[in-house]
């Protein structure tokens, strides 16, 4: 197993299904383990390259996206 690899529609993939839960994260932006293990699960249902993703990749992913947000 390889390393992850993150493509664009993965990380549209992670937004869109991260959307209904960022009320719940509130002023914390931490999301609940059951979203961020839906979010690993339905990422590496469709993964297109690379190895699987993992939780710990994920949550780094939602601070890279958060960053380049505000931007």
């Not at 493509?7 to 609940?32: G, I, M, N, R, Y």
Request: aromatic share 2%.
């Amino acid at each position: 197993e390889g390393n992850s690899i993150w493509l664009l529609s993965d990380c549209q993939e992670l937004c869109d299904h991260l959307v209904p839960h960022v009320a719940a994260a509130a002023d914390t932006k931490k999301f609940k383990a059951s979203v961020m293990n839906s979010a690993v699960e339905l990422l590496n249902k469709q993964l297109r390259a690379g190895g699987k993703k993992k939780a710990a990749g994920v949550k780094q992913k939602i601070s890279d996206v958060r960053v380049v947000s505000i931007a």
